[in-house]
């Protein structure tokens, strides 16, 4: 995860409209941490879980379902940096992800059918018609449920919660950017922190990706015994 070096705040940094935004942002982000110190803390702990399995590099994962892990652990750094910044529905999309990658992983762990689906789906359109009918979110689901009907049922409860928060565009989505809404006057509200809605956010981003963890701890013995 290197970057290249730049100034803390470079020049002309908040001169326009954009960079001013996203200075916004990330001191919002800094408020999360300060203000939510329990919260911010949840997340941290998870980040460090899952780098310690992707470095690990489990022996027992095959190349397709590792990239999965990877692809869930990213697309929680993500949905984490947008709730702590005040991007709460925006947020919900790479929660989602989070939990589909992790599912995926499941569902394909011991399968080289599938891998081999996976791997081969920008072949044509016949092998796309194919991935797509093979790795429906339904089918990862049954998958789960064969295994951990529990787990399944608050995995499914959390991907549903997502798609209601701004997962898929919707009423509700929308209706935490508005402030006021009139016939004069509509006035919205990008990022939102210091809210209910904010710190629910943030406790979903932790449910989702604990249970992420926990079906990637379906797979494996010891490297999986802390969670």
Known sequence: MN????????????????????DLSIRNVYTSFFRLPEKYRFLSVLHET?????????????????????MSHSSFLGSALLALSGFTSESYSLARST??????????????????IWLRRD??????????????????FNSLQDRNSELKSKAKLLYDEAIKHGAHPNIMAFAQRVISRNR????????????????????RCTQIGRTSLHIFKLLGPDIFDEL
């Open 99 to 116: 939990l589909e990658s992790s599912l995926y992983c499941f569902f394909a762990f011991d399968d080289e059918d599938k891998q081999e």
């Open 123 to 140: 072949e044509n359109e016949t092998q796309q018609r194919l991935c797509r009918n093979t790795f429906t979110i339904g089918a990862t």
């Open 50 to 70: 899952f780098e310690k399995i992707i470095d690990h590099r489990p022996y027992f994962l095959p190349p397709v379902p590792y990239s999965f892990l990877v």
């Open 3 to 22: 970057t290249p070096n730049a100034p803390i705040q470079p020049p002309g940094w908040t001169e326009d409209g954009l960079s001013a935004f996203y």
């Open 184 to 203: 004069v006057d509509e006035s919205f509200n990008y990022l939102d922190v210091n809210t209910e809605s904010h710190e629910l956010c943030l406790k």
